[in-house]
């Protein structure tokens, strides 16, 4: 009788969020290659048109083979995951229930990657940029139970999170210098503005820095070798397909906005080439099979940064090539990977081997994989380092011979992955796959094999991909040469390279092992560990200030923004600040109500008995209103009047009904005194507020000092105060900042209430 299928089995077959997420990333693909076929189109809606914001996609070459990559490679391993997922859980006896954490994220995460890839807007890539981001941090953390998850987790978050800050801020430096975040404005404004500004490169590299950092380039590499905690389906797709892709996509989109400048085509090209060092010769180290792949990763992608660093038609033409090859070829090594680790409850080479015996056709569909990714005839494989060693040459011939280390380097890991898991001494008993753990490689071999014999729509996509990029209509020409061309030389130079490289790991084991140690102890990793550590002392004691008492709270907050403000006034132009002008009669009031509201203040600080001390604030809260009402702000002095009345009989109602403790003896008062503590905050004190109220002063100098707006800017805030609901601009000013205000505080009470619930829930009461 057969068998009965396993319960895993069974979960994945009734699944059905799993297989409606698979069945909606094939018809999104059977979409994408509608939509490239026909041309595409472009979808405009505004935003914020007060902000100059528009919602602008444009399903273009760039667009289309992202798209197809995001969808295409999506849903084979979305295939692969509905078996996978639950033979993980299983295997970690997680109840199966816990599968409905993965999909959502995994179906937003292909949603983003292709709105990332169609988006004409710096700011809607900024939005789409960092929600990958967040996806990628709940996928990597899906293992949530183990503490080096987690930690993973938040450091991909992170250093991907730093540089999709810096993809603001040179956005807004773009819309500053240029008026625009629309990516074909500023791309047409730069190519026909001569040279760029400072501001303008600066700009162009910070956003350079947040492709860079996704891609896991280095020296943000670190990252992506830890990411691998992940389960298999996700480092299968954000790792090779999705969001290490995202990187060299936004160098793609905005590469017309970098040509302008070469220094940052230099510095893509020097980044891209270690990167193809550094993780290739890492890679050969490691012995997880993941690490492996993460490390090849990391160096695949250096040859597209490379690429677009070298620049022009044929380099742009090559980059795109490249990372649709390199993709199908890592996502089949990837999937190979767990498909492995399921058979046989193995994650590292050395504690495997000989598989190609009881995995025959894994081990067969794999070897196209690892053909592909080292560029070997009959896959489409071979035409991306084609390109490449074309490329490379036109540009040196010491960027040539840089390129066959690299294509050796690449050759020698591939192979040293592949033969380790299916060839040499039987190690470890493999079970049987399931088809859908091997399905999916076959497919993504066969695919990569099909383009290795019509290479011709490969050649159409990255051709459109590269017209994109450039703006301008470029043709990318792979194809099989026969004789002695350079580019076959190269690549034959290459390959003996590789297999020198794999029958002599003892001669350079040494010094790879070398350069992994060192990189482990004075690399960027270290430097984000160690700051990890100091942000988390500062964080300790800053806590261990704020819980004494108020005093010291608010002295927290104070110091911090009055050498904030310090700072300011370094930068800042001080030309035509810091005057006093002239006091007119009308003004005399005005200067005797400060007066007292000065006198005020000082009471309430020196002041013992506590109706005085609220009596005082009051005649500073009120003296302030009467000052508004006195310039024209009746409306803002009102509210003020009320406020303080209401304070006001609040705490004479508290001081009224409080209990009074007895009053403290002398020696009890003397020895408060002659506490260290209390002697440091009778000068402490003082300065902290001298600090803060100095910063007051001048920026409320500085800026009563500055020359009026300018009539332009004045009549734009007249024209827009009635759209903005409002009889005066002054109103509509504060009701603006204290709107946002308000739902700032309401953010903060809801995510306050959240944290109560989840207290409550987990049976805790404080």
């Given at each position: 009788?057969?068998?009965?299928?396993?319960?895993?089995?069974?979960?994945?077959a009734?699944?059905?969020?799993?297989w409606?997420v698979?069945?909606?990333a094939?018809?999104?693909?059977v979409?994408?290659?509608?939509g490239?076929?026909?041309?595409?189109?472009?979808i405009?809606?505004?935003?914020?048109p007060?902000?100059?914001?528009?919602?602008?996609?444009?399903?273009?070459?760039?667009?289309?083979l992202?798209?197809l990559?995001?969808?295409?490679?999506g849903?084979?391993?979305?295939?692969?995951?509905?078996?996978?997922?639950?033979?993980?859980?299983?295997?970690q006896a997680?109840?199966?229930?816990?599968r409905?954490r993965?999909w959502?994220?995994?179906?937003?995460?292909?949603?983003?990657m292709?709105?990332?890839?169609?988006?004409?807007d710096?700011i809607?890539?900024?939005?789409?940029?960092d929600?990958?981001?967040?996806c990628s941090?709940?996928?990597?953390?899906?293992?949530?139970?183990?503490?080096?998850?987690?930690?993973?987790?938040l450091?991909?978050?992170l250093?991907?999170?730093?540089?999709?800050v810096?993809?603001?801020?040179g956005a807004?430096i773009?819309y500053?210098?240029?008026?625009?975040?629309?990516?074909p404005?500023?791309s047409?404004?730069?190519?026909?503005?001569g040279?760029?500004?400072t501001?303008t490169?600066?700009?162009?590299?910070?956003?350079a820095?947040?492709a860079?950092a996704?891609?896991a380039?280095?020296?943000?590499?670190?990252?992506l070798?830890?990411?691998?905690?992940?389960p298999?389906?996700v480092?299968a797709y954000?790792?090779s397909a999705?969001m290490?892709?995202a990187?060299?996509?936004?160098?793609?989109r905005?590469y017309?906005?970098m040509e302008?400048?070469?220094?940052?085509?230099?510095?893509?090209?020097?980044v891209?080439?270690?990167?193809?060092?550094?993780?290739?010769?890492?890679?050969l180290?490691r012995?997880?099979?993941?690490q492996?792949l993460a490390?090849?990763?990391?160096?695949?992608?250096?040859?597209?940064?490379?690429l677009?660093?070298?620049?022009?038609?044929k380099g742009a033409?090559?980059?795109a090539?490249?990372?649709?090859?390199?993709?199908?070829?890592?996502?089949?090594?990837?999937?190979?990977?767990?498909?492995?680790t399921?058979?046989t409850?193995?994650?590292?080479l050395?504690?495997?081997?000989?598989?190609?015996r009881?995995?025959?056709?894994?081990?067969?569909?794999?070897?196209?994989a690892?053909a592909?990714?080292?560029a070997?005839?009959?896959t489409?494989?071979?035409?991306?380092?084609e390109?490449?060693?074309?490329?490379?040459?036109?540009?040196?011939?010491?960027?040539?011979?840089?390129?066959?280390?690299?294509?050796g380097?690449?050759f020698?890991?591939?192979w040293?992955?592949?033969?380790g898991?299916?060839?040499?001494p039987w190690?470890?008993?493999?079970?049987?796959l399931p088809?859908l753990l091997?399905a999916?490689?076959?497919v993504?071999a066969?695919?990569?094999m099909v383009?290795?014999?019509?290479?011709a729509?490969?050649?159409?996509l990255a051709?459109?991909?590269?017209t994109?990029?450039?703006?301008?209509?470029?043709?990318?020409?792979?194809a099989y040469?026969?004789g002695?061309?350079?580019e076959?030389?190269?690549a034959?130079a290459?390959?003996a390279?590789?297999?020198?490289l794999l029958?002599?790991?003892r001669?350079?084991?040494?010094?790879?092992l070398?350069?992994?140690?060192?990189?482990e102890r004075?690399?960027?990793?270290?430097?984000?560990e160690?700051?990890?550590?100091?942000l988390?002392?500062v964080s300790?004691v800053?806590h261990?200030?704020?819980v004494?008492?108020?005093?010291?709270?608010?002295?927290?907050?104070?110091?911090p923004?009055?050498?904030?403000?310090?700072?300011?006034f370094?930068?800042t132009p001080?030309?035509g600040?810091?005057?006093?002008?002239?006091?007119r009669?009308?003004?005399?009031l005005?200067?005797?109500?400060?007066a007292?509201?000065?006198i005020a203040?000082?009471v309430?600080t020196?002041a013992?008995?506590?109706?005085a001390?609220?009596?005082?604030?009051s005649?500073v809260?009120?003296g302030l209103?009467?000052?508004?009402a006195l310039?024209?702000a009746?409306?803002?002095?009102l509210?003020?009047?009320?406020v303080?009345?209401?304070?006001?009989?609040?705490?004479?109602?508290?001081?009224?009904y409080?209990?009074?403790?007895?009053?403290p003896?002398?020696r009890?008062?003397?020895?408060?005194?002659?506490d260290?503590?209390?002697?440091?905050?009778r000068?402490?004190?003082?300065?902290?507020?001298g600090?803060?109220g100095?910063?007051a002063?001048?920026v409320v100098?500085?800026?009563l000092?500055r020359?009026?707006?300018?009539?332009?800017?004045?009549?734009?805030?007249?024209?827009?105060t009635?759209?903005?609901?409002?009889?005066?601009v002054?109103?509509?000013?504060?009701a603006?900042?204290?709107?946002?205000?308000?739902?700032v505080e309401?953010?903060?009470?809801?995510?306050?209430?959240?944290?109560?619930?989840a207290?409550l829930?987990r049976g805790?009461t404080?």
């Amino acid at each position: 009788m057969p068998s009965s299928p396993s319960p895993s089995a069974r979960v994945a077959a009734r699944d059905p969020l799993a297989w409606a997420v698979t069945l909606l990333a094939l018809a999104a693909f059977v979409a994408c290659v509608v939509g490239w076929r026909t041309g595409g189109g472009t979808i405009d809606v505004p935003w914020a048109p007060t902000l100059d914001l528009r919602l602008t996609f444009s399903f273009d070459g760039l667009g289309a083979l992202y798209g197809l990559l995001a969808t295409g490679i999506g849903a084979a391993v979305f295939a692969y995951a509905t078996r996978y997922m639950p033979l993980h859980l299983a295997h970690q006896a997680r109840p199966a229930s816990e599968r409905w954490r993965f999909w959502p994220w995994m179906g937003l995460f292909m949603a983003s990657m292709v709105g990332l890839a169609t988006a004409q807007d710096l700011i809607a890539l900024f939005v789409l940029f960092d929600v990958t981001a967040v996806c990628s941090y709940f996928l990597i953390g899906f293992d949530r139970e183990e503490r080096s998850t987690r930690l993973a987790a938040l450091m991909a978050l992170l250093v991907t999170g730093v540089g999709a800050v810096a993809m603001l801020v040179g956005a807004v430096i773009l819309y500053a210098d240029h008026g625009t975040f629309s990516i074909p404005e500023l791309s047409r404004a730069l190519q026909n503005g001569g040279a760029p500004s400072t501001l303008t490169t600066v700009a162009v590299a910070l956003i350079a820095v947040a492709a860079l950092a996704k891609s896991a380039q280095v020296p943000l590499h670190f990252w992506l070798p830890r990411a691998m905690a992940a389960p298999t389906p996700v480092s299968a797709y954000l790792h090779s397909a999705a969001m290490v892709a995202a990187g060299v996509l936004v160098l793609g989109r905005t590469y017309q906005l970098m040509e302008v400048s070469q220094v940052v085509l230099d510095g893509l090209l020097v980044v891209g080439l270690a990167s193809i060092a550094i993780g290739g010769a890492i890679s050969l180290t490691r012995d997880g099979f993941k690490q492996v792949l993460a490390y090849s990763t990391i160096s695949q992608y250096g040859y597209v940064v490379a690429l677009y660093g070298i620049g022009g038609a044929k380099g742009a033409g090559a980059a795109a090539f490249y990372v649709v090859a390199h993709a199908l070829a890592k996502s089949a090594l990837f999937l190979t990977a767990g498909a492995v680790t399921m058979a046989t409850g193995q994650r590292r080479l050395s504690q495997v081997g000989g598989l190609a015996r009881e995995l025959p056709l894994l081990a067969a569909v794999s070897a196209v994989a690892a053909a592909t990714l080292s560029a070997l005839p009959l896959t489409v494989g071979f035409f991306k380092d084609e390109l490449f060693f074309r490329a490379a040459a036109d540009r040196s011939t010491a960027m040539g011979v840089l390129a066959v280390i690299a294509a050796g380097l690449t050759f020698a890991y591939t192979w040293r992955f592949w033969s380790g898991i299916f060839l040499g001494p039987w190690r470890t008993e493999a079970r049987p796959l399931p088809a859908l753990l091997v399905a999916p490689v076959a497919v993504l071999a066969l695919l990569a094999m099909v383009g290795g014999i019509v290479v011709a729509p490969f050649n159409e996509l990255a051709g459109d991909a590269a017209t994109a990029t450039l703006g301008r209509t470029t043709d990318v020409h792979a194809a099989y040469r026969l004789g002695g061309s350079t580019e076959n030389l190269m690549a034959l130079a290459a390959w003996a390279l590789g297999g020198l490289l794999l029958a002599t790991p003892r001669v350079w084991r040494p010094a790879a092992l070398a350069l992994s140690r060192a990189g482990e102890r004075f690399g960027p990793s270290r430097v984000y560990e160690v700051s990890l550590q100091q942000l988390n002392r500062v964080s300790d004691v800053l806590h261990d200030v704020e819980v004494r008492d108020l005093r010291s709270r608010v002295a927290a907050v104070l110091l911090p923004a009055g050498v904030l403000v310090a700072l300011g006034f370094v930068a800042t132009p001080t030309a035509g600040a810091f005057e006093v002008g002239a006091i007119r009669g009308t003004d005399l009031l005005v200067v005797a109500l400060l007066a007292l509201v000065a006198i005020a203040a000082i009471v309430v600080t020196t002041a013992h008995a506590h109706v005085a001390i609220v009596l005082a604030l009051s005649v500073v809260g009120l003296g302030l209103a009467t000052v508004y009402a006195l310039i024209g702000a009746p409306d803002v002095a009102l509210v003020a009047v009320l406020v303080e009345t209401i304070v006001m009989l609040v705490f004479l109602a508290i001081v009224a009904y409080a209990p009074h403790g007895e009053r403290p003896s002398k020696r009890e008062r003397e020895g408060a005194a002659s506490d260290p503590r209390h002697r440091s905050r009778r000068w402490r004190d003082p300065v902290i507020g001298g600090i803060a109220g100095a910063a007051a002063f001048l920026v409320v100098w500085a800026s009563l000092s500055r020359p009026a707006a300018t009539e332009r800017v004045v009549a734009e805030q007249v024209r827009l105060t009635p759209e903005a609901h409002g009889r005066d601009v002054v109103t509509v000013i504060l009701a603006d900042f204290r709107g946002l205000d308000t739902m700032v505080e309401i953010t903060v009470i809801v995510v306050a209430v959240f944290g109560v619930i989840a207290l409550l829930r987990r049976g805790r009461t404080w």
